[in-house]
Nanobody, 114 residues
Framework: VQLQASGGGLVQAGGSLRLSCAAS????????MSWYRQAPGKQREWVAT???????NNADSVKGRFTISRDNAKNTLYLQMNSLKPEDTAVYYC?????????WGQGTQVTVSS
């Protein structure tokens, strides 16, 4: 599986961005898809997951601000990020589990200025 993330950029605090992750496979068959992020000098952390069933879960730090979704017809995962804060600045990575094997995409940089 190849995952291609896009949509990052520079935005002011309070602004919005939508990240996309295009997958090479049929995402309807994936066990789950997720977003992770890694800020400078910090460990990679989990942001949000959408299960194969469609159930979603977000990290407490982004609850109420970020929404994960997917379009099976386009084999694309999304992360809608609203009310962005400077502490959301990080490289964002998409991840999937297919047949319980993990795959990672390359990251996309999100920078939130204060």
């Amino acid at each position: 599986v190849q995952l291609q993330a896009s949509g990052g950029g520079l935005v002011q605090a309070g602004g919005s961005l939508r990240l996309s992750c295009a997958a090479s496979g049929n995402i309807a068959n994936f066990n789950s898809m997720s977003w992770y992020r890694q800020a400078p000098g910090k460990q990679r952390e989990w942001v949000a997951t959408i299960a194969g069933s469609g159930l979603t879960n977000n990290a407490d730090s982004v609850k109420g601000r970020f929404t994960i979704s997917r379009d099976n017809a386009k084999n694309t995962l999304y992360l809608q990020m609203n009310s962005l804060k400077p502490e959301d600045t990080a490289v964002y990575y998409c991840h999937c589990l297919r047949a319980w094997v993990a795959y990672w995409g390359q990251g996309t940089q999100v920078t939130v200025s204060s």
